[in-house]
């Protein structure tokens, strides 16, 4: 195609698109969508149960077309990530594809020649949001109708997401799966040169791509993938359905990217799965679970080691008895219980009672006598009674969570408690997410308050948002400090002696002496 052509092309698609989102959507666009571009991938929780079988694919052969190399030469993307440290990675993997085929990046959406929305499922409020964001969307591209707006991440996998985009926002260009990263050089060919919109949701979940290329958000922390997906199948997510199966990455590689990070200056790894615990079990020719791969990663040359989300089920004694080895591998652990009512853990298919999750806590603080341990709560599960929440309320005591992400339950279409009827009224949930709020806090002040005085090794972000003089950074034990430091400590980890303790925050003054050669 010669400039021209490609110029004409450009202004026909202009028109068109111009036409698109003036024109609402018919049915009978959808229903065409739907046999062609969309292969259909509608939470089936019977369905999806029997992927376990599966072949987990493997493909080391990521490349850039050699047509899309220099497409965004002079042109600009912004991804808006919602939701879980999962979206933020994958952000930073579409960020590496975008740079290899020319494109920078930008934060003003009234520059970017390419908008993706990076989306969250989890709650009902996470997609309130992005709708609304759509609707904002609007605007700039009856302005700009060469701006190509994309929808991507958890909500994609979802029908009624999908449908509702079809009908109802016509100015989106492309919609793709959390399966079909890779696929975003031609997605956005496709995108750049077709009038209608593009959709590929992939129901296919069992493959694991290498090799694709990344642009980390920073140079001091980064994140790993060491697996993908969930077959937990808790009753009240989602995630089983718009993740996948689960699939680990094969040992080697996350290593090799481990120490590859370490070359780079990284200080700090956090290896991220839905459930890391089930790490290695879909193995057929490796007996290599998660606490082989901690031991693993514990003898590289990185100081600081963490991991999120642990699930309790999976969290067995071999992991533990490696974390008690300490070194880069941190005391912190994030361990979602989720309710401390047995009935409604079983309600919940968790597969642990409160007394077993107890159990596992009273041995990692036997192995680990320091360790913090924060967790995810839901209250207001359906048909949660009082004495049932007040069950939460004794748990967080007992356990003495120093924070925890607390949440109101929230129905999400095709899992199995959103089929439940539910007898507890709103302000209820309202007044319980309140009295475990209130609750959490008293105890994040008072493990705060025990830092008074002492001094803590922190890992130096930057300037603190809030003032350019102040640095801020994190404690092995994830809690913030602010503090008075030359630059020269960022990057670096170093002794910091506390001086106040906030809620969720520490403030402290450098010992200047103490700067760790890394
Ligand atoms: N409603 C409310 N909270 C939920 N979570 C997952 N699904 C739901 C839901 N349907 C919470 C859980 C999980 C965290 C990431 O989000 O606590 O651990
Ligand atoms: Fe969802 Fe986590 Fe349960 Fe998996 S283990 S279904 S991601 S809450």
Known sequence: MNEEQRKQQGQIKSELNIERIKNTSSDDMIAKYFQTNYELQAPDIKKARKRRNEEVQFNYDFSIPEDMQA?????????????CQMNEHDTEVMAGIFTEMGYTATTEVTEADIILLNTCAIRENAENKVFGEIGHLKPLKLENPDLIIGVC?????EESVVDRILKKHQHI???FGTHNIHRLPHLIKEAMFS?????EVWSKEGDI??????VRKGK????????YGCDKFCTYCIVPMTRGKERSRRPEDIIQEVRHLVAQGYKEVTLLGQNVNAYGKDFEDLDYTFGDLMNDIHKIDIPRVRFTTSHPRDFDDHLIDVLAQGGNLLDHIHLPVQSGSSEVLKKMNRKYTREEYL???????EAIPNATLTTDIIVGFPNETDEQFEETMTLVEEVGFEAAYTFIYSPREGTPAARKKDDVPEEVKKQRLYRLNELVNKQAAESMLTYKGKTVKVLVEGESKKNPDILAGYTEKSKLVNFNGPKSAIGKIVEVKITKA???????????SKIEVN
């Open 71 to 83: 497409i965004g030469k002079d042109k600009k993307f912004l991804i808006r990530t919602y939701g």
């Open 153 to 157: 991440g958890c909500m994609s996998q």
């Open 173 to 175: 260009d492309l919609i």
């Open 195 to 199: 009038k209608e919109m593009i959709v």
């Open 209 to 214: 791509i290498e090799n694709l290329p990344k």
């Open 220 to 227: 001091i922390k980064a994140w790993v993938n060491i697996m």
């Open 359 to 365: 159990e596992l806590v009273r041995k990692i603080r």
């Open 502 to 512: 906030n809620t969720w925050s520490l403030n402290g003054e450098m010992i200047e």
